[in-house]
């Protein structure tokens, strides 16, 4: 008698110490904060866990692109405070988003990865960047967990990996896009300025030249290392080339010195680049020198030919001037960036295989996300054989009076 007594008290005395270590998180904080690079919620066993199913959001919250990536989570976040849950089988489960900062940084990318998946997440969505996506590919397909692109436009982020979608355009059509755009404003001789060792920027800037070169165009190029911020040797040499344009597909860190390096050299062609020069910052820093800068992206504000979409802007603004800290992390205004509406379609697409799957865990979403067919903010989405958006249409913007101006919708065959 006086064992179990004993025992009881030892059971008794271990309940209250792991009950005194509960903490409650704070009310209406749905979304962790986690340090750079780490996951908010390690340790958790995979897949839906009693009553929650944890999303991820990969995304870069600094390094070069944290600008986009602070961007692109906060659509993901909107989207969840409006749908919070999500009905599987009968049963309705809270929907807890696990956030990572992947550092705009391959190799830290892979870190990141690796702690979502400790983290137990059902599914993962991002990131802004080709680079680090392609990077954590190979982690969450190890652990078959699928992962949802949001603005990753490289082919290589989904080919040959099961488990990564996207619901972006790709970069061979948005290079054969601006190649057109660039063409049909009379340009003959492009110089296309890529980084080397970055994925997204030497992809696209092959694309453009590729379809500049077949329509009968004439490329030189220039390539530049990660960290470098003097580009004049490279300007020089488009500024003697006497080019028509300059393509730079670059980061939102570099965009700025490139541009107003260029206007400081005499050159005044147009600069073009592509989706992520779609960010204030890179006109809060290139200031006046930003005239004749044209980019291509995926979504306008002001297109008010779907509903959905006029919809959406409306109560995003709202929400963001709700919280001054979501406005700091969209750049100090309550413009909707393109990748903030891919960034609530990405969301809205998970917790629609969610639904499909009619299960919470990875596999089952997994495979029930070719299937999704989802009418989202930046048009309809279906995927295609490899996992990529079905989708043939660009928004071409300019830079006018200290913001993104839209000019003209492109398409190509």
């Known amino acids: 008698m006086k064992k179990f007594i004993a ?24 979304t962790n904060s986690p340090a750079p690079g780490g996951s908010s919620d390690a340790g958790s066993a995979p897949g839906g866990s009693g009553d929650t199913i944890k999303i991820g959001i990969f995304e870069p919250a600094s390094g070069e692109n944290g600008g986009g990536g602070k961007q692109e989570a906060l659509g993901i976040r909107y989207a969840h405070s409006l749908v919070p849950t ?24 892979v870190t990141a990865a690796q702690s979502l998946v400790s983290s137990g997440v059902s599914v993962v969505l991002g990131s802004y ?23 990753c436009t490289n082919p290589q982020v989904t080919l040959g990996n099961d488990y990564y979608f996207r619901i972006c355009f790709l970069d061979p059509f948005q290079g054969t896009v601006m190649a057109s755009f660039a063409q049909s404003k009379g340009a003959k001789k492009a110089f296309v300025i890529t980084q080397l060792g970055d994925d997204y920027s030497t992809g696209l800037g092959n694309y453009f030249k590729s379809a500049f070169e077949a329509a009968g165009g004439a490329v030189v190029t220039g390539e530049f290392q990660t960290g470098e911020v003097d580009f004049n040797a490279i300007l020089t040499n488009a500024k003697n080339e006497n080019v028509d344009v ?31 020069w779609e960010n ?57 960036a393109a990748v903030s509406a891919l960034g609530y379609d990405a969301y809205m697409t998970a917790i629609e295989a969610i639904k499909a799957a009619g299960a919470p865990d990875a596999a089952s979403i997994q495979a029930a996300l070719p299937g999704v067919s989802y ?16 989708k043939n249409m660009a928004y071409i913007k300019t830079i006018d009076n200290g913001g993104f101006k839209f000019i003209q919708t492109q398409t190509v065959s």
């Open 7 to 30: 025992v009881m008290l030892c059971l008794a005395l271990t309940v209250s110490v792991f009950t005194g270590c509960t903490t409650t998180p704070p009310a209406g904080n749905s």
């Open 86 to 109: 999500v009905e599987v089988g009968g049963k309705t489960y809270k929907v807890e988003l696990v956030e990572v900062d992947n550092q705009s940084d391959t190799s830290k990318a």
């Open 129 to 151: 960047g080709s680079g680090v996506s392609i990077a954590a590919g190979e982690i969450f397909r190890e652990a078959k967990i699928p992962a949802i692109g949001v603005s």
């Open 246 to 276: 300059i393509f730079a597909p670059s980061s939102i860190a570099t965009a700025p010195l490139i541009i107003q390096q260029a206007r400081q050299l005499g050159i005044t062609c147009p600069i073009m680049a592509g989706d992520t």
């Open 280 to 336: 204030q910052s890179i006109i809060d820093n290139a200031g006046a020198d930003t005239s004749e800068v044209y980019l291509s992206t995926f979504f306008d504000e002001n297109d008010s030919s779907n509903t959905i979409a006029k919809d959406f802007v409306t109560g995003y603004k709202a929400w963001l001037n709700s919280d001054n800290q979501n406005l700091t992390n969209n750049g100090g205004n309550d413009g909707v």
């Open 375 to 390: 009418d989202g903010v930046t048009g309809g989405l279906t995927f295609d054989e490899n996992g990529d958006a079905k």
